[in-house]
């Protein structure tokens, strides 16, 4: 496997070397630290414009609306079953 060799600050070699695991190596650390940054969805939410996220924050508001009407019909329609009604 190919190697490179890079250069970063102490400061960032000591945050980096409490990260590490049991027998970890430093590739091995970075690399799982890596891979926990870019599963999380957090790392990718400012990829929308302030109009696209609007305007998906709208649509989440409007179908959380309609989840709550769809409920509060099959609410009813359990009601009038449990009372005898339909």
Not at 45 to 51: C, H, R, V
Not at 56 to 85: C, K, M, N, P, T
Request: aromatic share 6%; hydrophobic share 35%; proline share 0%.
């Amino acid at each position: 496997m190919a190697s490179k060799n890079i250069a970063i600050k102490e400061d960032v070699y000591e945050r980096l070397k409490a990260h590490k695991r049991g027998g970890e190596s430093f590739s091995e650390t970075l690399d799982r630290l890596l891979h926990e940054l870019d599963s999380d969805w957090r790392t990718n939410a400012g990829f929308l414009t302030d109009e696209e996220a609007a305007e998906l924050e709208a649509e989440v508001v409007r179908g959380l609306e309609d989840l709550g009407e769809s409920f509060d019909g099959l609410g009813d329609e359990i009601d009038e079953r449990l009372s005898g009604e339909s």
